[in-house]
């Protein structure tokens, strides 16, 4: 007896003007705090996230994220670990990312 896996591929709208969708996971080891909001300024996550928690969201980009806590917090930017270290400043970390936004991969 044999598994079948389905990948499920989002493909970005064409008809998009600000950019292309994205998705982004977030993982926490601690308790921490997020905002996240897509290139329309809608709230894709807006709330205190318990730790061991792992919520993944899509949206237009770029992404505006702001974490609390931000040491606790791991990021994917479709499949590919974000290191946002750059961006913090103390507990919190406050950036964009996604198309139009300066590499990760500096």
Not at 82 to 103: E, M, P, Q
């Amino acid at each position: 007896e044999t598994t079948k896996e389905t990948a499920v591929i989002v493909k970005p709208n064409p008809s998009v003007a600000n950019g292309t969708r994205a998705k982004l996971v977030l993982r926490t080891k601690g308790s921490s705090w997020a905002d996240i909001r897509d290139a329309n300024d809608n709230k894709l996550l807006y709330e205190s996230v318990a730790a061991g928690r792992v919520i993944t969201l899509e949206g237009e980009t770029p992404l505006q994220v702001f974490l609390g806590n931000a040491n606790a917090v791991s990021l994917e930017l479709d499949g590919v670990a974000y290191d946002f270290s750059r961006h913090k400043r103390g507990l919190t970390a406050r950036f964009s990312i996604g198309t139009n936004v300066t590499s990760n991969s500096e």
